[in-house]
């Protein structure tokens, strides 16, 4: 078939593409279209990995697949549909995460080419990092409802994806959660935290129980007390682990929706400095709640102009919600081994039953409107609308672009952006030129180096991995020397060398105000001087901050213009798609960050440079009315986890005013937002 189909191709074209040997990372709604068109090109050589199984949700935009492929490895289904394109095309299906360290630099120099069809920024940056280091091009691609980008990755050449900073995922402090929330999304957290510390994983960091550290609670303490323990004896309750109270309970979903809506929020009501300026919230009593009517969703008639998960229930029926979920949650829960636990997914009905419930019932004791199952489902599962035919569009661009490169022709390589609406000279893709590497960049420089400003008495060796290295800096496996003149190992990823290191402060390595430090990251072949700027002045929640970047909060930050973020099928959070959009909330609910599952999802770089084409473009009215086709959506991200799972992710509206100048040979193109 190859043969048949080199026809519109030049020779040696065609030839290099029989020969070209193809790396595909992700097999979700962009890598279905690709794989395809591939095939249909004329590529026999194709490797192809994902992690992700296929989910009946897939079907409706990933065709390689049908129903009874459900529960089945995506990249393997992928593999024998293609298969009946062109049998006689060679490809290698891998069920198994890019970020595996089996899959080194040795493993990317093999291919002539990679094209990522992902959709969360972790599995990106490891991906740009293998690329550069094996010095190979990279196809980077990503779609968000109508719109997508492709463009063209090549070490030395071009910009690399982590050239340009993104916007940093925002959270909220635990005392906002637990204590005082006052959005929709807050109450949506606090659920899928309560279903983690009653089913899955307890995380400390995810307590639901009032915050008695609360900052803003300083309530006078004796008075106080006497209150909460007066509280304690109505309910009968005693303050423990939630988990381990739920399960001296047996999971008694009355004696649970008493502690949570009762018993908590009146002990909250005894913190009086919260509730000054705030409507205190209205505890619920399971009686009197049981007294009132239940309304059932109408499952019968299905052409309702309302459909049953787009409906709002009263608090009676998410009571009664509350405790059918909990009562089949810990039965999945029994049985289950000792020690092990059940993983949140928005996909289980009673996982996302539990959670819809919680949350509604929280909204309506913190006195906000209810929503329906749907678009608690949308914010807590980090799902936007995935067009097919979006996917469709894209894939073809970087087939077109992967054509370029096996001509020899990068130069002619563009960032292409598909709009939602045509620009002014009607056209829905708009190519821009690529730009240079950044000088400066932390990643592709020839010596990377960054400055990170933090506290070295009250930062540990834990949080500089995790959260500076791991988290900001993108490093799978670190490893930290102190170049002290001693060569000092801080941090090593042989598992328990240096665990004992890690609850220690920085300054009890003799770390200070200019100390170097060498981080390597063998598996991505990558190196990084970190110099330290020891300051006792850090904002309020800051725990460190990288020279040149925004800061690094713990909590959320004020308004601010960030980018939008695009990824395979869904941004880095989720919108409801309701006709009440000015209600969503800028936050992101990242679940985990899987490849070819939409959960989080990916991200447009704030690029400011500006770019003379020789020939006219139109790339400033495409980012012009891009922007406008996004004024009204709201990015929301919940951060939970950094793994790769079923992704996320929380960005914010983004603010532009890109200006467009004529000249006489063409025009000035802004850089535009990458969405990859």
Not at 70 to 88: D, H, I
Not at 177 to 200: D, M
Not at 359 to 385: C, E, Q, T
Request: with cysteine; hydrophobic share 35%; charged share 30%.
């Amino acid at each position: 078939m190859a043969a048949a189909l080199s026809g519109p191709l030049r020779p040696e074209l065609a030839q290099a593409v029989s020969q070209a040997r193809v790396l595909v990372v992700g097999a979700g709604g962009i890598g279905c279209e690709l794989l395809k068109n591939l095939v249909l090109t004329g590529f026999s050589s194709i490797y192809v990995i994902d992690l992700d199984t296929i989910d009946v949700s897939n079907l409706n935009r990933q065709f390689l697949f049908q129903k009874k492929h459900v529960g089945r490895s995506k990249s393997q289904v992928a593999k024998e549909s293609v298969l009946q394109f062109c049998p006689e095309a060679n490809i290698i299906a891998y069920h198994d995460s890019i970020m595996n360290p089996d899959y080194n630099v040795e493993f990317f120099r093999q291919f002539t080419l990679v094209m990522n069809a992902l959709d969360n920024r972790a599995a990106r940056n490891h991906v740009n990092r293998m690329c550069l280091a094996a010095d190979i091009p990279l196809i980077e691609s990503g779609t968000a409802g109508y719109l997508g980008q492709v463009t063209v990755i090549k070490k030395g050449v071009t910009e690399c994806y982590e050239c340009q900073p993104k916007p940093t995922q925002k959270t909220f402090p635990g005392c906002t959660i637990r204590n005082t929330p006052s959005e929709p999304i807050h109450c949506i957290v606090w659920a899928k935290y309560l279903f983690n510390q009653l089913f899955g994983e307890e995380d400390a960091d995810q307590e639901v129980s009032p915050d008695r550290a609360d900052p803003e609670a300083a309530w006078e303490p004796a008075e106080a007390e006497a209150r909460a323990l007066a509280s304690n004896e109505d309910g009968e309750i005693k303050r423990v682990s939630t988990k381990e109270w739920a399960k001296s309970t047996g999971y008694d979903p009355v004696k649970l929706f008493t502690k949570l809506f009762k018993d908590d929020i009146r002990y909250l009501l005894t913190m009086d400095k919260l509730w000054r300026k705030r409507k205190p919230p209205v505890p619920l009593d399971w009686a009197e709640v049981q007294k009132q009517e239940q309304n059932i969703p109408d499952q019968q008639n299905e052409s309702s102009a309302v459909l049953k998960d787009q409906q709002v229930l009263n608090v009676r029926s998410y009571a009664d919600l509350f405790s059918k979920s909990v009562k089949t949650l810990s039965l999945h829960l029994a049985e289950k081994a000792d020690g092990e636990a059940l993983i949140w997914d928005k996909d289980d009905p009673s996982a996302m039953d539990f959670v819809t419930a919680a949350a509604n019932l929280r909204m309506h004791v913190f006195g906000m409107n209810m929503k329906s199952r749907f678009d608690i489902k949308s914010m807590a599962g980090n799902i936007i609308p995935a067009i097919a035919t979006t996917n469709a569009v894209i894939a073809g661009l970087i087939v077109l672009e992967g054509l370029k490169i096996l001509s020899g022709k990068i130069d002619q390589c563009r960032t292409i952006f598909l709009n939602k609406q045509p620009n002014p000279r009607k056209k829905l893709l708009v190519p821009c030129a690529l730009d240079p590497p950044n000088p400066n960049c932390y990643v592709c420089a020839s010596k990377p180096e960054v400055t990170v400003k933090l506290n070295t008495h009250k930062v540990t060796v834990l949080t500089l991995q995790d959260k500076i290295l791991k988290e900001k800096f993108a490093m799978v496996a670190p490893d930290v020397q102190i170049e002290d003149g001693k060569g000092t190992i801080l941090i090593s990823s042989e598992e328990g060398e240096t665990e004992a290191n890690n609850h220690r402060k920085l300054s009890d390595f003799g770390i200070r105000n200019g100390t170097r430090l060498q981080a390597d990251d063998f598996l991505q072949d990558y190196t990084l001087l970190i110099n330290v700027l020891h300051s006792e002045d850090l904002e309020k929640d800051v725990e460190f901050e990288v020279v040149g970047d925004t800061p690094e909060r713990i909590g959320p930050k004020p308004s601010e213009p960030t980018s939008r973020n695009i990824s395979n099928g869904s941004d880095d959070g989720a919108q409801p798609s309701t006709s009440t959009a000015p209600e969503q909330e800028d936050v992101v609910i990242v679940d985990s960050e899987d490849e070819g599952t939409s959960s989080n999802a990916e991200d447009v770089e704030s690029r400011s440079r500006k770019r003379k084409l020789e020939k006219g473009c139109e790339c400033a009215g495409a980012k012009r009315s891009r922007a406008e086709q996004e004024q009204d959506q709201d990015d929301l991200m919940i951060v939970e986890s950094e793994d790769e799972g079923a992704a996320s992710s929380l960005g914010e509206e983004e603010s532009r005013s890109h200006k467009r100048k004529l000249e006489e040979k063409g025009c000035e193109c802004i850089r535009a937002k990458s969405m990859c």
